[in-house]
């Protein structure tokens, strides 16, 4: 096995608050020895829990970013049993620039996983957080949002499909812990950081929170009073800033495959006909998608496939074939919503 060239500014066996960089060797034009920095911050005091809460997976989505720099001010070392490693800007080359793929080789991070030492730079990062950071960890927490070209419907969690019937109920009461509105249900794709968690025998929680490439203050607000009762509720963080409870009653719902989406197969300017939250109906008219450049031309109707209820939508008008317009989902009546407990 090839070690991985990243070099860490900060050691992870030492207790208390340290920050500091990831250093990956970037030889280019202008900096002949230089490194790409990534930041990184470790909070520790004793043994227990390990948890990893990443953003700026994507760059351009920016809650997370938000949240997770705000985790490493707010947290004191001596309310924390255990571990929490934050890397708030996990792809910084595209964090720096507010991209969803890294500027320097297109890398989306989140399709880059196990990585590969000697790859790209967005390979070799996925490599180190899979075989560094969550080597060590017993959760990851994912903060995502709906980036420049998606917007979602309020706060979401996410959470691969699981395994056994123990599973299962170990993943709804850390869902009902974090307790967003709504946890979606999905299928392991491999090449995700939940599937990489998993892989190192991490439980991995993914958030969506808006998006649009903007900032929603009360999403952050939520997802900040979730996540701490989330660390609490592990037993990792205690004292004041450990809320009583979640910030709502988590519905739990599924993602059913091909059939929950709604893609262009045309290029032009797109209408939306639904809005974020309706319920709707297969063969339901859910876009019109209008030709400028030939006006005379009808506009083509894209419908939805299945019912269920719209939880996100596509945010800039312009679309090409193979855009993604809407996703729904479906309520899961196998997963029960009882609230969590402390």
């Not at 490194?35 to 760059?59: D, E, F, K, Q, T």
């Not at 994912?142 to 599973?167: F, T």
């Not at 170990?170 to 009902?176: G, K, P, V």
Request: aromatic share 6%.
């Amino acid at each position: 096995m090839h070690l991985n060239p990243i070099v860490s500014e900060i050691d992870f066996d030492v207790p208390g608050r340290h920050t500091g960089y990831l250093r990956l060797p970037h030889s280019v034009h202008r900096s002949a020895y230089g490194w790409l920095p990534i930041p990184v911050v470790s909070i520790r005091n004793g043994s227990g829990p390990v948890v990893l809460v990443m953003a700026g997976n994507h760059g351009d989505e920016f809650e997370g970013q938000i949240l997770a720099a705000q985790l490493t001010r707010e947290i004191d070392p001596a309310h924390v049993t255990g571990q929490i490693i934050v890397l708030p800007a996990a792809n910084a080359p595209a964090v720096e620039q507010g991209l969803r793929t890294s500027p320097i080789d297109d890398g989306n991070l989140n399709r880059a996983f196990p990585g590969d030492p000697r790859g790209s730079p967005t390979q070799i990062i996925a490599h180190y957080i899979e075989h560094e950071l969550l080597a060590r960890a017993d959760y990851l927490i994912d903060l995502h949002s709906g980036g420049s070209s998606l917007l979602y419907h309020g706060g979401n969690l996410l959470a691969i499909e699981p395994r056994d019937e123990a599973e299962k109920a170990r993943l709804i009461d850390l869902l009902n812990a974090f307790g967003l509105p709504n946890a979606f249900i999905h299928r392991e794709n491999s090449v995700h950081a939940a599937a990489a968690a998993r892989r190192r025998g991490a439980v991995s929680i993914t958030t969506e929170l808006g998006g649009a490439g903007t900032v929603d203050p009360t999403l952050i607000r939520e997802a900040r009073q979730g996540l701490l009762h989330f660390l609490g509720h592990v037993g990792l963080l205690h004292g004041p800033l450990v809320p009583e409870s979640p910030p709502a009653s988590t519905r739990f719902r599924r993602v059913a495959g091909a059939r929950h989406y709604v893609y262009a197969y045309d290029s032009g300017v797109y209408e939306p006909l639904v809005e974020l939250g309706e319920r709707v109906s297969h063969g339901q008219p859910a876009a019109r998608i209008h030709f400028p450049d030939t006006p005379w031309r009808e506009p083509v109707i894209r419908h939805f496939d299945s019912d269920g209820e719209v939880v996100c939508k596509r945010v800039p008008a312009m679309v090409r074939r193979g855009d993604c317009l809407f996703h729904l989902a479906e309520d899961d009546a196998s997963f029960s919503a009882a609230p969590a407990r402390r």
